[in-house]
């Protein structure tokens, strides 16, 4: 079992100041492989005491400087690349092949975006009127990351800060933070200054509140549950200080009757499914016109049919276990819920799949006949679970879809180019998805209502990393 127990305070390994240790569980065999300290406020106080100290110096880099190294970041990133899926895979639990081409490759792709945004952002410009407009760091971040897309979240938070002039102190989700190190190595291999990055484990009351709450904490980016984001937000009131949130989501999926039913139909249920369902923003309610409901139910029960569970060691296109037994535990309840409330089963249920006794698996489940009062279409499942409804008009299926305390993102599959444009500017979505096109490194990611705020990612990553300063000049025309 691997030993990770120390935090990265001020470019050094040190040891908590208290004793308490927790054990990360790989989820395919429900055993522990390594165990790591459970930070406490007087850790978190060590971290931002460095972040602060640094931020004096850092701050005042030059852009070149900073891009220098994050250059430096992403070639180190890409030597050790293997390393890091193998250990997204273990903590995790995503299939092999799914943390080679998605889970890790996130943490190339948002980089070179970053830079590419660092390279065109203009940190000194002149208005109109003469002022002097300055784009300045805004100084230490507390940045609380979620455990289902680990290395992704990492990198749109800790990149901005450092690209910007800022520094950090990352608190990783307990149940996945071997990737965090392993991050923080790369980071101080790069050469990053002292105290710049930092890492503190531990759980979202003790060490996320602490962070949350810090005088000398200037902004909060958070990623997790919309219920925790509250609280991220009500802690950090008392300083006034900057809070980003990317949240929940139940995003909706739009199919009319002139889409190319069987691929958009597969490769919606493939994207619900995809991560073991555990995205913020999988497209988990298929919403489906009434004159071609009953085809695609058809194909979905058969593409549901054939997506199998397996071991996620082993390379393939196969679907791995949830992250915990907590999470396990809030799967099951929500199917039960679905079965309780009279959606019809059209593939998976409740319990474990055949043959998987150890490990958090659970059965790829798809709903159909559906309404938008039960709880499976109304709360984030965050597993393997889709929910199939009907409507009859484009009115009916637009005032479905933005009926949710979610707006993370939308789908629409449509063979009519003008509909899928008037349809996508209807929905209360930050990001719609129009015929399967992917979301591209370098696009803003975020998004309405209850879905949080701000944006991460590119040119907007950077700015919410920002503080804008107006020099009135006695010269100015």
């Known amino acids: 079992m691997l030993d990770k127990r120390n935090f990265y305070i001020d470019g050094e390994w040190v040891a908590p100041l208290v004793a308490n240790d927790f054990e990360v569980i790989n989820p395919a065999t429900e055993q522990p492989v390594a165990v790591i300290s459970m930070g406490t406020a007087a850790d978190i106080d060590r971290a931002v005491a460095a972040a602060k100290k640094a931020f004096a110096t850092y701050s005042r880099t030059s852009v070149e400087e900073r891009l ?7 070639e180190i990133y890409k030597r050790r690349y293997e390393e890091m899926a193998q250990t997204i895979t273990l903590e995790l639990g995503a299939p092999i092949t799914m943390s080679r081409e998605q889970q890790a490759d996130v943490g190339v792709g948002h980089l070179k975006g970053f830079i590419d945004a660092l390279k065109r952002l203009k940190m000194r410009d002149t208005l109109p009127n003469g002022d002097v407009l300055l784009r300045e760091a805004i100084g230490v971040c507390g940045l609380i990351t979620p455990w289902n897309w680990p290395i992704n979240q990492i990198a749109l938070k800790v ?29 101080h291999e790069a050469g990053f200054p002292a105290g710049t990055f930092n890492l503190v484990t531990g759980d979202g009351a003790n060490a996320g509140a602490a962070l949350s709450r810090h005088r000398d904490v200037d902004m909060m980016s958070f990623t997790g549950s919309t219920r925790a984001g509250i609280s991220v937000s009500k802690d950090a009131a008392d300083t006034v200080k900057r809070v980003t949130l ?26 619900c499914f995809n991560n073991s369902g555990q995205s913020c923003d999988a497209p988990t309610r298929l919403i489906v016109q009434s004159s071609v409901y009953d085809k695609a139910v058809e194909i ?20 791995g276990p949830l992250v915990s037994d907590i999470q ?89 180019p003008d509909r899928a444009e008037r349809v996508a500017t209807r929905l209360r979505a930050g990001m719609v998805h129009i ?16 879905s949080g705020n701000g944006r991460e990612g590119g040119m907007f990553g950077l700015e919410d990393f920002l503080e804008v300063k107006t020099l009135h000049r006695p010269d100015a025309a």
């Open 246 to 271: 990317e949240l929940g989501g139940k995003s909706p999926n739009l199919v009319f009757e002139d889409a190319d039913l069987e691929d958009r139909i597969t490769a919606s249920v493939l994207e």
């Open 68 to 74: 220098a190294l994050l250059e430096r970041l992403l």
């Open 159 to 187: 990149v901005p800060a450092l690209a910007t002039g800022s520094t950090c102190v990352l608190k990783p989700s307990e149940f996945t933070p071997l990737n965090a190190m392993l991050y923080a190595e790369m980071v």
């Open 435 to 450: 015929n399967g096109a992917p979301h591209r490194y370098g696009s803003p990611f975020g998004g309405y209502k209850q």
């Open 328 to 416: 396990f535990d809030r799967v099951q309840a929500l199917i039960d819920a679905g079965i309780a409330e009279g959606a019809r089963v059209l593939v998976g249920g409740a319990g474990k799949p055949e043959g998987f006794e150890a490990g958090y698996f659970v059965k790829p489940t798809i709903f159909a006949d559906v309404n938008n009062d039960m709880r499976i279409a109304r709360e984030e499942v965050f597993g393997p679970v889709l929910a199939i409804m009907r409507f009859d008009t484009e009115e009916e299926a637009i005032a479905i879809a933005n009926d949710t305390n979610y707006g993370l993102a939308a789908y629409v599959q449509t063979g009519d």
């Open 300 to 319: 979905a029960e058969r593409v549901g049919r054939e997506a199998k569970v397996g071991n996620p060691a082993e390379e393939g296109g196969h679907i």
